[in-house]
């Protein structure tokens, strides 16, 4: 079960909801990735209060991975990745546990051909009725497009944005 309901966005309010994962947190952190622009106005939207950011719970997994890895790579020294794990947690994006969810993963990643994991994060999208950004385009390829009213490209964060229907 979802630890809590959040609210449809509001697209025309001050404050949005939305759906974020690893591959856009990232370059919050690793500046040699590509969209950082992107990514880095939506973090600051989000530090300003200008929306609000829900993961299910296996991201900070994720970014733990990721900052290990990254660590491994020579793009971080272990003290930067330490520092950014403190501060994304300090940040306190809202965390969901997958529950009631999961099911809806499961479908999508026998069709999408995409991991469950990642199907987690369109399924939590959906739920919300919110939007779903990401660096993944094979996750938003193989998804297609009737996938479109909840997942976006990164690159397209701070675009006009069209409400659904």
């Known amino acids: 079960m979802m630890s809590r309901v959040w609210p449809s966005p509001t697209y025309h309010g001050t404050r949005t909801t939305l759906v974020v994962d690893a591959s856009v947190v990232a370059k919050w952190f690793l500046r040699d990735e590509v969209a950082c622009s992107s990514a880095l106005q939506m973090k600051e939207d989000f530090v300003e209060g200008r929306v609000a950011l829900v993961a299910p719970s296996l991201f900070m997994y994720e970014m733990a991975s990721l900052l290990g890895v990254a660590v491994k790579r020579g793009r971080l020294t272990a003290h930067d990745a330490l ?40 399924a939590l999208a959906m739920a919300l009725n919110s939007l779903f950004y990401t660096a993944d385009r094979l996750l938003i390829r193989n998804l297609g497009p009737e996938y479109a009213n909840w997942v976006r490209d990164i690159e397209a964060y701070g675009a006009p944005l069209v409400t659904r229907e």
Request: no cysteine; aromatic share 8%.
């Open 83 to 122: 520092a950014a794990f403190e501060e994304l947690t300090s940040m306190r994006i809202h965390l969901v546990e997958p529950g009631s969810i999961a099911p809806t993963a499961v479908s999508l990643a026998t069709t999408s051909g995409q991991s469950a994991y990642d199907n987690t994060y369109v």
